[in-house]
T-cell receptor, first 115, second 116 residues
């Protein structure tokens, strides 16, 4: 069984400020972890994924996430927010064995960026 | 051209009507998925197919059925639509690629369905 919890359904930051979106997961097997972004009226686009190689994963648009097994976390960060980062962000987990290839999503976090 | 397309993009229907949502992909992927998105709930898996002869139920399959007509086409049907099926529906595809790592899913633009 696997699950994902995203802490905070809405996050608001100023342009140029640090972005931190929190994700905690539960998985009975070593997980694969993903962050997806959804811009208004669009489908989901992959930002980055963790596949058991490096624990610090760099993605597109300056985002990165760190896998911390002891904390069961995979938080998404960006040092300096841009107006174009405003979107909804989803954390997702995929497992191995019977969970292989199936994604379980968190509830989503809407990021607002203020000028 | 988009790799994963969904038709229609928007649909309004009435309670009790049968409706089909279609998904086509040009990525050559074997695996296809249908999700629904509701505000505050994220995406929930309805059905998935790992190849043309393989169909599996997801978390919320009740009230839905699917058909995998070909590698490139995966349709979702609502046999008798009800208002709580009003949602945004996404199709996705993936391909493990033989690397042993989990596959990345690629999403279509979504179909916004309203059941009155």
């Amino acid at each position: 069984a696997q699950s994902v919890t995203q802490l905070g359904s809405h996050v608001s930051v100023s342009e140029g400020a640090l972005v931190l979106l929190r994700c905690n997961y539960s998985s009975s097997v070593p997980p694969y972890l993903f962050w997806y972004v959804q811009y208004p009226n669009q489908g989901l686009q992959l930002l980055l994924k963790y596949t058991s190689a490096a624990t610090l994963v760099k993605g597109i648009n300056g985002f990165e996430a760190e896998f911390k097994k002891s904390e069961t976390s995979f938080h998404l960060t960006k040092p300096s927010a841009h107006m174009s980062d405003a979107a909804e962000y989803f954390c997702a987990v995929s497992g191995r064995g019977t969970s292989y290839g199936k994604l379980t999503f968190g509830q989503g976090t809407i990021l607002t960026v203020h000028p | 051209d988009a790799d994963v397309t969904q038709t229609p993009r928007n649909r309004i229907t009435k309670t009790g009507k049968r409706i089909m949502l279609e998904c086509s992909q040009t990525k050559g992927h074997d695996r296809m998925y249908w999700y629904r998105q509701d505000p505050g709930l994220g995406l929930q898996l309805i059905y998935y197919s790992f190849d043309v002869k393989d169909i599996n139920k997801g978390e919320i399959s009740d009230g839905y059925s699917v058909s995998r007509q070909a590698q490139a086409k995966f349709s979702l049907s609502l046999e008798s639509a009800i208002p709580n099926q009003t949602a945004l529906y996404f199709c996705a595809t993936s391909d493990p690629g033989g690397t042993g790592e989990t596959d990345t899913q690629y999403f279509g633009p979504g179909t916004r369905l309203t059941v009155l």
